[in-house]
């Protein structure tokens, strides 16, 4: 049996039919993303050392944590190959991958001659760093004695000559030193001998050395006159925790998918600095090295995508975070907006996704415990009262009234869906608190559409059995149909083919309203005001369940739980894949046609709704600059009963 998906839009001069039309049982949507790199980009190399449990040194605290951390991300994010990456940790099983003095000498040379021309590197050092009374900087390995550390550091000068041979078109020297998380003092007196004076040193002067290496950029976690704090609620350094967040992604603040050095520097910098300070009324101020006369910004990471609603909840985690620690308790989330060719606009290429993206943020911030978020149905009002658009968003005095009409409400989260290739798109998230303009936190990534997702956008295509490629190991069958989906929505609107089995119309005061193929667009005129409904006709016989939105909305009530108590919820936002849906069953009838009036509040024989109403223009350029509770967009979408769960008789309403 087949599966459709078929979309409408509704404006007040307008209305946009679209439609998708699967044809085979769906496959798995949760194929693996694909290698983050290519050829021309080189590969991606990651060193991390991370020594904790000294022997002669004080002991230091997750450190071990902030390696494993790294190379998480490195993977999960990065997309980097586990076999480009090696780790020195006390915990390792092999001595040789434990920071033991010898192991690194030995193992470092052999990892620094891998990486070629057109590799990145990055090396991460956390531990302790030592200067000896003649000048001589060195970093402690885990064996490290303070006494002697000519016989057990390992050399800065030696290091320094290493990566000056690595060939890797950027090297980036990552320190984390002079901890002070267990206030353990300027000096290891006590583990020195008479006459050698070992100060122990921060990161920025143990970086200094590596500022005229070519193709060397160094960032040291604070400097000289500091120390690099401990965050225990995280186990991990407060440089580190924000030097990991801004490697999964958060630091893109272009939005293009890739962590560029200039990026990752500010997005480090700003949230050490203020966290040092909000948090432990401390000052720690993390430093960049770098050659000068260095030509562009090199990027550090490309991004390797998640799943949309994992990346939407990594997100929803960091503006929480951000607003614990500016002392924000309460929020508005923003309808997302989307790139176009005539700047931010709601909507756009992105159809309903921006709305459900908005929704399942609000939902994220609400679980995390820590966050209030208005009611987004009473700030769409406000705004609409206003006449606030997209452009405002940069005001100052627009930022204010709205704050001001919605009882001094301090921040707004705005979300931006910013590009889009096929199955890869980039989110952005930026927390605004309205009194200043000011930005307070920032969040993204880069996430994967499955094709549910993608019939959220509202383009409309037939697609034949063979489109889906079978199973097959290291095919990734979701890119490949997605990319053909993108390709046939560059051809005529399936509705403008007679034979389509699926015919979906547009009904005002029981009489259809033509509408007008446009490309792949089918556009209907509505006027505001007009009620209207929603005519489904079968050609077959074959029994087919139907899911049905508007705006995103489902137009069917859904089940959900409050506090442990079910309770029924009207027009709820919902990802297609996860709406209830009809069950439209020609046998049951005369005529295998079907009217839905509204969104239905009641199910069953005595079952009521809420009609269809067109509130505002939604298709011009202008009307997609103001914010509205309206998009146009109608979606539905056709399955055999057999793949779908049950839902309700339309028959029934």
Same mark, same amino acid.
């Given at each position: 049996?087949?599966?459709?998906?078929?979309?409408?839009?509704?404006?007040?001069?307008?209305?946009?039919?679209?439609?998708?039309?699967?044809?085979?049982?769906?496959?798995?949507?949760?194929?693996?993303p #694909?290698d983050s790199?290519s050829? =021309? $980009?080189?590969?991606?190399?990651?060193?991390?050392?991370?020594?904790?449990?000294?022997?002669?040194a004080? #002991?230091?605290?997750y450190?071990?944590?902030? %390696?494993d951390?790294? =190379?998480?991300?490195?993977?999960?994010?990065?997309?980097?190959?586990?076999?480009?990456?090696?780790?020195?940790?006390?915990?390792?099983? $092999?001595?040789?991958?434990?920071?033991?003095r010898?192991?690194?000498?030995?193992?470092?040379?052999k990892?620094?001659?891998?990486? !070629?021309?057109? $590799?990145?590197?990055?090396?991460?050092?956390s531990?302790?760093?030592?200067?000896?009374?003649?000048?001589?900087?060195?970093?402690? #390995?885990?064996?490290? &004695?303070?006494?002697?550390?000519?016989?057990?550091?390992?050399?800065?000068?030696?290091?320094?000559?290493?990566?000056?041979?690595?060939? =890797?078109?950027?090297?980036?020297?990552?320190?984390?030193?002079?901890?002070?998380?267990?206030?353990?003092?300027?000096?290891?007196?006590?583990?020195?001998?008479?006459?050698?004076?070992?100060?122990?040193?921060?990161?920025?002067?143990?970086?200094?050395?590596?500022?005229?290496?070519?193709?060397?950029?160094t960032?040291?976690s604070?400097?000289?006159?500091?120390? *690099?704090?401990?965050?225990?609620?995280?186990?991990?350094?407060? /440089?580190?925790?924000?030097?990991?967040? !801004?490697?999964k992604?958060?630091? &893109?603040?272009?939005g &293009?998918?890739?962590?560029?050095?200039?990026?990752?520097?500010?997005?480090?910098?700003?949230?050490?600095?203020?966290t040092?300070?909000a948090?432990?009324?401390?000052?720690?101020?993390? +430093?960049?090295?770098?050659?000068?006369?260095?030509?562009?910004?090199?990027?550090?990471?490309?991004?390797?995508?998640?799943?949309?609603?994992?990346?939407?909840?990594?997100?929803?985690?960091?503006?929480?975070?951000?607003m614990? *620690?500016?002392?924000?308790?309460?929020?508005? +989330?923003?309808?997302?907006?989307? $790139?176009?060719? /005539?700047?931010?606009?709601?909507?756009?290429?992105?159809?309903?996704?921006?709305?459900?993206?908005?929704?399942?943020?609000?939902n994220?911030?609400?679980?995390?415990?820590?966050?209030?978020?208005?009611?987004?149905?009473?700030?769409?009002?406000?705004?609409?009262?206003?006449? /606030?658009?997209?452009?405002q968003?940069?005001?100052?005095?627009a930022?204010?009234?709205?704050?001001?009409?919605?009882?001094?409400?301090?921040?707004?989260?705005?979300?931006?869906?910013?590009?889009?290739?096929h199955?890869?798109?980039?989110?952005?998230c930026?927390?605004?608190?309205?009194?200043?303009?000011?930005?307070? !936190?920032?969040?993204? !990534?880069?996430?994967l559409?499955?094709?549910?997702?993608?019939?959220?956008?509202?383009?409309?295509?037939?697609?034949?059995?063979?489109?889906?490629?079978?199973?097959?190991?290291?095919?990734?069958?979701?890119?490949?149909?997605?990319?053909k989906?993108?390709?046939?929505?560059?051809?005529?609107?399936?509705?403008?083919?007679?034979?389509? #089995?699926?015919?979906?119309?547009?009904?005002?005061?029981?009489?259809?309203?033509?509408?007008?193929f446009?490309?792949?667009?089918? %556009?209907?005129?509505?006027?505001?005001?007009?009620?209207?409904?929603?005519?489904?006709?079968?050609?077959?016989?074959?029994k087919?369940?139907?899911?049905?939105? +508007?705006?995103?909305?489902?137009?069917?009530?859904?089940?959900?739980q409050?506090?442990?108590i079910a309770? +029924?919820?009207?027009?709820?936002?919902?990802?297609?894949?996860?709406?209830?849906?009809?069950i439209?069953?020609?046998?049951? *009838?005369?005529?295998?046609?079907w009217?839905?009036?509204?969104?239905?509040?009641?199910?069953?024989?005595?079952?009521?709704?809420?009609?269809?109403?067109v509130?505002?223009?939604?298709?011009?350029?202008?009307?997609?600059?103001?914010?509205?509770?309206?998009?146009?967009?109608?979606?539905?979408?056709?399955y055999?009963?057999?793949?779908?769960? %049950?839902?309700t008789?339309?028959?029934?309403?």
């Amino acid at each position: 049996m087949a599966h459709c998906i078929k979309s409408a839009r509704y404006v007040t001069l307008l209305t946009l039919i679209s439609l998708l039309y699967l044809n085979a049982k769906v496959q798995n949507a949760n194929a693996q993303p #694909p290698d983050s790199s290519s050829a =021309a $980009d080189g590969q991606q190399w990651a060193i991390l050392i991370g020594a904790e449990n000294y022997r002669f040194a004080a #002991p230091l605290a997750y450190t071990i944590n902030d %390696v494993d951390q790294l =190379a998480l991300t490195m993977r999960e994010r990065g997309g980097v190959s586990a076999r480009n990456i090696v780790r020195f940790v006390d915990s390792a099983d $092999d001595e040789l991958r434990q920071p033991l003095r010898r192991s690194l000498l030995s193992e470092l040379p052999k990892w620094l001659e891998k990486p !070629g021309p057109n $590799d990145r590197l990055l090396v991460y050092f956390s531990g302790h760093g030592f200067q000896s009374d003649d000048g001589k900087l060195f970093l402690a #390995p885990l064996d490290c &004695d303070p006494a002697r550390a000519e016989e057990t550091g390992l050399s800065v000068a030696w290091l320094r000559d290493q990566l000056a041979a690595c060939r =890797a078109g950027l090297k980036l020297l990552i320190l984390d030193s002079c901890h002070a998380g267990t206030e353990k003092g300027e000096t290891d007196v006590e583990n020195a001998e008479a006459g050698q004076d070992m100060r122990r040193v921060a990161a920025k002067e143990l970086g200094e050395p590596f500022r005229d290496i070519e193709g060397v950029i160094t960032l040291a976690s604070s400097t000289n006159e500091q120390k *690099s704090l401990i965050w225990a609620e995280k186990r991990q350094s407060l /440089f580190t925790y924000w030097l990991n967040q !801004g490697l999964k992604g958060h630091a &893109d603040e272009g939005g &293009d998918g890739i962590v560029d050095i200039d990026e990752l520097n500010k997005y480090v910098y700003d949230n050490v600095t203020h966290t040092a300070e909000a948090r432990f009324h401390r000052s720690q101020s993390p +430093v960049r090295i770098i050659r000068s006369g260095v030509q562009g910004v090199p990027w550090v990471l490309k991004l390797a995508p998640l799943q949309l609603k994992h990346l939407i909840s990594d997100m929803a985690d960091q503006i929480a975070w951000a607003m614990e *620690s500016r002392g924000i308790k309460k929020v508005g +989330v923003m309808q997302f907006t989307a $790139d176009t060719q /005539f700047g931010e606009a709601l909507g756009g290429e992105f159809g309903a996704l921006g709305r459900w993206c908005t929704a399942e943020l609000e939902n994220k911030l609400l679980e995390t415990g820590t966050v209030e978020v208005i009611d987004g149905r009473e700030l769409v009002t406000q705004l609409k009262a206003q006449q /606030f658009s997209v452009d405002q968003l940069g005001s100052r005095e627009a930022l204010a009234k709205l704050s001001a009409s919605l009882d001094g409400l301090p921040a707004i989260v705005t979300g931006t869906l910013r590009h889009r290739q096929h199955r890869l798109i980039t989110l952005q998230c930026k927390l605004k608190q309205l009194e200043t303009n000011s930005l307070a !936190g920032a969040a993204g !990534g880069a996430a994967l559409l499955n094709e549910h997702e993608w019939a959220m956008l509202g383009l409309s295509v037939a697609v034949k059995p063979e489109d889906r490629p079978p199973p097959f190991p290291g095919v990734q069958p979701q890119e490949q149909l997605i990319a053909k989906l993108d390709e046939r929505a560059q051809g005529a609107h399936p509705l403008s083919d007679p034979k389509f #089995p699926y015919r979906v119309a547009i009904y005002v005061d029981g009489k259809e309203r033509s509408g007008e193929f446009r490309g792949n667009d089918y %556009v209907v005129p509505l006027r505001q005001g007009e009620v209207y409904t929603i005519r489904v006709r079968l050609l077959g016989r074959d029994k087919v369940y139907m899911r049905l939105l +508007v705006d995103g909305l489902n137009t069917l009530p859904e089940k959900v739980q409050e506090k442990g108590i079910a309770t +029924v919820e009207v027009a709820p936002i919902v990802k297609l894949d996860e709406a209830r849906g009809w069950i439209l069953d020609p046998s049951a *009838s005369n005529q295998p046609l079907w009217e839905i009036r509204g969104f239905v509040t009641e199910t069953g024989t005595g079952g009521k709704l809420r009609r269809f109403v067109v509130v505002d223009d939604n298709l011009s350029v202008a009307a997609q600059k103001n914010f509205t509770e309206n998009l146009g967009l109608i979606t539905a979408a056709f399955y055999a009963p057999s793949l779908s769960r %049950v839902g309700t008789g339309a028959e029934d309403v």
